[in-house]
């Protein structure tokens, strides 16, 4: 394939992260994000190819291996929609798993908006959110 013309969305993610490293709890959205990226690059380096294999089929008689080039280039074309369709409905269902930072700071965030003076949570906030989720007190008198 031909050589990167634009800069390398993998490679900023990467220093995103060496500047803010995530937790292993982040591991999911992180190896999406990077998959995300990737497919980012790729789809510049494709379209150059599939263009150019284009002006090919345009100029000379079809052959059987410059069809399947194309076949093959229309291959990971399908694969990168699929990536782009199917993407954000992961997130979106780590994000309900509280498997991403933005999902943990909602469930962790006082009612006020305030974490602790370190820009997490609160130790007060992080009581009132596990205090949110229990189950009601039973009256054991009213057997």
Not at 7 to 16: E, F, G, K, M, N
Not at 58 to 74: I, Q, R, S
Request: glycine share 8%; no cysteine.
């Amino acid at each position: 394939m031909p050589a990167r013309r634009t800069p390398s969305v993998l490679t900023a993610l990467q220093s995103a992260l060496r500047a803010q490293p995530a937790g292993a709890q982040d591991a999911a959205t992180v190896a999406l994000a990077k998959r995300y990226a990737l497919e980012l690059d790729d789809a510049d380096v494709i379209s150059t190819a599939a263009t150019k294999a284009l002006r090919q089929l345009a100029k000379a008689d079809v052959e059987d291996d410059l069809f399947e080039k194309f076949e093959a280039l229309a291959a990971r074309i399908e694969q990168v929609h699929v990536a782009a369709t199917i993407g954000p409905k992961l997130l979106a269902a780590l994000e309900q798993l509280g498997l991403t930072p933005k999902a943990r700071n909602a469930i962790l965030a006082t009612p006020g908006g305030g974490g602790g003076n370190d820009g997490g949570p609160s130790p007060l906030g992080h009581l009132r959110a596990l205090g949110s989720n229990r189950a009601p007190a039973v009256d054991s008198s009213a057997s």
